[in-house]
């Protein structure tokens, strides 16, 4: 059984229900999630060991976020509590042409206030194939970034693959930092890059006409890097989105299949699935054009799961790489 590591901030979703704009709710939702957190969730439910790190609230509310995760079979085990609230944000689904929208409100959160030193990396990282992060959890503070680095280090020395989703949520950068700042030292210790040619100028400097030369450039900066990889959506509308992914190994780009999305039921968390199954397939094959095929299809299954989470299994994700898209009732 693979065992792998995510560290990041969980958040409570408040949504009305449906397709209900905030103006007709007389209740909402709840859903606990966090990019991290829900690339964990999808590679339990693959088969494998994940563990996800984060602090909550010390009350009932943090204690209900980490029995969220513990139900959906995540190893709970090096959640921490702690001073400060949890995080929350405002989900309204959008449809047709309708845009669905987010309000945050996260300052503060318990997980913001975590200091260097508590956790035990080598304690956690121990015996892990890999270690996942992304770009949100060193923007909420310069202590959440400097507990980053220090896992990326440990995973480093210990000989942990890592990987780090590099989309940075510009607007949270509120403690006197920049990305540009912070980013290039988290990145230096990554094998696996998610990101796209945007990032790499906006963050590192790199310049290029086109993906494949931007990852050469990437390369260059950063030689530890073996995989850089990116989903391309276009929106027909809110309920009908085209997916499709792809990954660079260095000299090689592989591309998926593209997936027709008609009817979206919740498209919150597409990325963190595709991720789930890109990583999973490179832990299981070494195989790049398997692995993005996997975590394509995974992202399209998740736009069909309510929730920040996708709750498939490897046979339906299989199913549908191998042209299964029938949906037909199975017994």
């Known amino acids: 059984m693979k065992k792998i590591v995510t560290f990041g901030e969980v958040m409570m979703r408040l949504a009305p229900p449906g397709f209900a704009k905030f103006n007709q709710a007389h209740s909402l939702n709840v859903v606990y999630g966090g990019t991290e957190a829900n690339v964990a969730v999808s590679l339990a439910y693959f088969g494998c060991q994940a563990v996800h790190v984060t602090r909550f609230p010390d009350h009932a509310l943090g204690r209900a976020a980490t029995a969220t995760l513990r139900f959906h079979g995540v190893d709970t085990s090096r959640i921490t509590y702690g001073p400060g609230r949890l995080g929350l944000y405002f989900l309204e689904t959008g449809a047709v042409s309708r845009a669905s929208q987010i309000i945050y409100d996260r300052y503060d959160s318990a997980f913001s206030l975590i200091q260097p030193g508590d956790f035990d990396w080598d304690a956690i990282l121990a ?172 992202s399209a299954l998740k736009h069909t799961v309510e929730g920040d989470a996708n709750l498939v299994t490897v046979p339906e994700i299989e199913a549908l790489v191998q042209g299964d898209k029938s949906g037909r009732l199975r017994r």
């Not at 990032?199 to 900066?221: I, P, R, S």
């Not at 498209?267 to 397939?281: E, K, S, T, W």
């Open 127 to 298: 015996g892990a194939d890999w270690f996942h992060w992304s770009g949100i959890t060193p923007a909420l503070s310069q202590q959440a970034a400097d507990c980053l680095l220090e896992a990326i280090q440990t995973a480093n020395r210990l000989g942990v693959k890592v990987s780090g989703d590099i989309y940075f949520r510009s607007n949270l950068w509120k403690y006197g930092k920049t990305p540009q700042e912070i980013l290039p030292a988290l990145t230096a210790g990554c094998d696996l890059v998610l990101g796209n040619q945007a990032n790499f100028e906006e963050l590192y400097g790199v310049k290029a006409g086109t993906f494949d030369d931007a990852c050469h450039g990437m390369q260059a900066l950063f030689p530890r890097i073996r995989y850089f990889t990116d989903t391309e959506r276009e929106s027909v509308s809110a309920s009908h989105n085209r997916l499709t992914a792809k990954i660079f190994d260095g000299t090689t780009m592989f591309s998926s299949e593209v997936y027709d999305i008609t009817h979206i039921i919740d498209r919150i968390g597409g990325g963190d699935a595709y991720l789930a199954g890109l990583i999973y397939g490179l832990l299981t094959t070494d195989d790049p054009q398997y692995a993005v095929e996997f975590g394509a299809a995974a």
